[in-house]
């Protein structure tokens, strides 16, 4: 049940909601940790380290986490558990009302509900690209058709990277395992990073975009980067480096929207896989990336010269990165959030006013991954990607009445935002940033 209607129903006087307000304090305590869902606390204190979207249940404790609880479909995981308490659920925005009417309404367009022939069909171009890049390294010896293998595996890796996306986003099998071994298959065995370190990350950074709490030294993981700061709510994360260190990384700050493009594409690849597998415990991603090094090492074999073996990669690799720019740009230059400021904002106004979509023709959508409407994949991230570009005038109009901002534009004009916000940003930063 939503927070709208809990609401509605105890305006109309039902006695069975317990909407009387109990403070925190009485149902918290130095040992007991809880979260509000629904105008209901609930003990998570022996369930954090059990939850499957990880530690940020954390940035959770003692709020309201109802809208993101519902976002990510997770309304039966709550009828076991007894409420330890009840709380008033607090109305941040007029919009949001509206925004959970777009939720039933997209649950009656069937907007999440798994569509196999276009599975079938992405996954099929998928398979289809990887058979063509070993046909024109292996049955060609023209260098150029070599290279064209090359640009071809970039694009191949771009597609696993989506197919990866969705399934972690629980929006194919739309069951926990099934999704994740097959977001393992297509992430880490053929894109070739961990897909369960980006899964990790990813609840991160959808459930607290762009959020920054400097109490905990913590930031949104996907928006953060040692070699730039987009915001200056991100300055005092770099504070108490060693000298060195931080002399290094003021100059990096103050040439960032000079080094922003070139470290995307030329560094993006290679910082991704060994970030991701640099702090991987689990065995069954260590198994599925050593599958992924089998096949590409055999690929890269019937190359006839090292030389062309490194071009090979380098150009792959270069390619992909140029794709990164597809969804770092939606976030890049958008506004940030203090975690106080997080709390007290609505969630789905936050998550519009951090997100910006990409203006493109109908035909582009699948070089975006259905993702240049990336605010309404951070609304409703259990949609659907192909229904993606259906929900976007839905969420227009309804921003346009409560005056929120919309933000979209081509991709031009989102890089020329995101230039010049990161060269804004490193002329305020400072040496010693407080």
Same mark, same amino acid.
């Given at each position: 049940?939503?927070?709208?209607?809990?609401?509605?129903?105890?305006?109309?006087?039902?006695?069975?909601?317990?909407?009387?307000?109990?403070?925190?304090?009485?149902?918290?305590?130095?040992?007991?940790?809880?979260?509000?869902?629904?105008?209901?606390?609930?003990?998570?204190?022996?369930?954090?380290?059990?939850?499957?979207?990880?530690?940020?249940?954390?940035?959770?404790?003692?709020?309201?986490?109802?809208?993101?609880?519902?976002?990510?479909?997770?309304?039966?995981?709550?009828?076991?558990?007894?409420?330890?308490?009840?709380?008033?659920?607090?109305?941040?925005?007029?919009?949001?009302?509206?925004?959970?009417?777009?939720?039933?309404?997209?649950?009656?367009?069937?907007?999440?509900?798994?569509?196999?022939?276009?599975?079938?069909?992405?996954?099929?171009?998928?398979?289809?690209?990887?058979?063509?890049?070993?046909?024109? $390294? /292996?049955?060609?010896?023209?260098?150029?058709?070599?290279? @064209?293998?090359? &640009?071809?595996?970039? #694009?191949? *890796?771009?597609?696993?990277?989506?197919?990866?996306?969705?399934?972690?986003?629980?929006?194919?099998?739309?069951?926990?395992?099934?999704?994740?071994?097959?977001?393992?298959?297509?992430?880490?065995?053929?894109?070739?990073?961990?897909?369960?370190?980006?899964?990790?990350?990813?609840?991160?950074?959808?459930?607290?975009?762009?959020?920054?709490?400097?109490?905990?030294?913590?930031?949104?993981?996907?928006?953060?980067?040692?070699?730039?700061?987009?915001?200056?709510?991100?300055?005092?994360?770099?504070?108490?480096?060693?000298?060195?260190?931080?002399?290094?990384?003021?100059?990096?700050?103050?040439?960032?929207?000079?080094?922003?493009?070139?470290?995307?594409?030329?560094?993006?690849?290679?910082?991704? $896989? /060994?970030?991701?597998?640099?702090?991987?415990?689990?065995? @069954?991603?260590? &198994?599925?990336?050593? #599958?992924? *090094?089998?096949?590409?090492?055999?690929?890269?074999?019937?190359?006839?010269?090292?030389?062309?073996?490194?071009?090979?990669?380098?150009?792959?690799?270069?390619?992909?990165?140029?794709?990164?720019?597809?969804?770092?740009?939606?976030?890049?230059?958008?506004?940030?959030?203090?975690?106080?400021?997080?709390?007290?904002?609505?969630?789905?106004?936050?998550?519009?006013?951090?997100?910006?979509?990409?203006?493109?023709?109908?035909?582009?959508?699948?070089?975006?991954?259905?993702?240049?409407?990336?605010?309404?994949?951070?609304?409703?991230?259990?949609?659907?990607?192909?229904?993606?570009?259906?929900?976007?005038?839905?969420?227009?109009?309804?921003?346009?009445?409560?005056?929120?901002?919309?933000?979209?534009?081509?991709?031009?004009?989102?890089?020329?935002?995101?230039?010049?916000?990161?060269?804004?940003?490193?002329?305020?930063?400072?040496?010693?940033?407080?």
């Amino acid at each position: 049940m939503s927070p709208t209607e809990l609401k509605k129903r105890s305006d109309a006087g039902d006695d069975s909601i317990p909407f009387i307000c109990e403070p925190l304090a009485e149902v918290a305590t130095k040992d007991k940790k809880v979260v509000g869902v629904n105008g209901y606390w609930y003990d998570v204190t022996n369930f954090i380290q059990h939850h499957p979207g990880g530690p940020i249940i954390e940035e959770y404790i003692g709020k309201d986490a109802s809208q993101v609880f519902q976002a990510y479909g997770h309304q039966g995981v709550l009828k076991h558990r007894k409420p330890v308490g009840s709380y008033k659920i607090p109305k941040l925005h007029p919009a949001d009302e509206d925004f959970d009417k777009l939720v039933h309404l997209f649950h009656e367009k069937g907007y999440f509900i798994t569509d196999w022939v276009f599975y079938i069909k992405k996954i099929s171009l998928v398979l289809s690209i990887w058979a063509t890049v070993f046909v024109l $390294v /292996i049955c060609f010896e023209q260098w150029y058709m070599h290279y @064209f293998g090359a &640009v071809l595996l970039a #694009f191949m *890796w771009q597609q696993c990277g989506f197919i990866m996306h969705d399934f972690h986003h629980g929006q194919v099998f739309r069951e926990r395992f099934k999704d994740h071994f097959a977001g393992t298959i297509f992430g880490t065995t053929l894109f070739g990073i961990s897909s369960h370190w980006w899964h990790d990350e990813h609840v991160v950074h959808h459930s607290v975009t762009n959020m920054v709490d400097l109490s905990n030294r913590f930031a949104d993981p996907q928006m953060w980067e040692g070699v730039w700061a987009q915001n200056e709510k991100l300055f005092p994360l770099f504070k108490g480096m060693p000298l060195l260190k931080s002399v290094v990384q003021y100059v990096l700050i103050k040439i960032q929207h000079i080094t922003f493009v070139p470290v995307v594409i030329f560094i993006g690849r290679y910082d991704i $896989v /060994i970030d991701s597998m640099r702090v991987e415990r689990r065995w @069954f991603e260590w &198994v599925a990336w050593s #599958f992924h *090094w089998l096949w590409m090492v055999t690929l890269l074999s019937y190359l006839p010269t090292w030389r062309q073996v490194v071009l090979f990669y380098f150009i792959a690799a270069s390619v992909q990165g140029t794709f990164h720019f597809q969804l770092i740009l939606s976030h890049y230059c958008k506004s940030f959030y203090r975690a106080d400021e997080f709390h007290t904002t609505s969630w789905y106004e936050a998550q519009i006013l951090t997100n910006m979509n990409i203006d493109t023709s109908t035909r582009q959508d699948w070089c975006y991954g259905g993702l240049n409407y990336h605010i309404e994949h951070h609304l409703f991230p259990k949609m659907a990607r192909n229904h993606l570009r259906d929900a976007g005038p839905y969420v227009e109009e309804v921003c346009k009445r409560h005056g929120i901002d919309y933000d979209m534009c081509c991709i031009t004009e989102a890089m020329w935002k995101t230039l010049v916000h990161l060269k804004k940003a490193g002329t305020h930063y400072k040496l010693d940033p407080r």
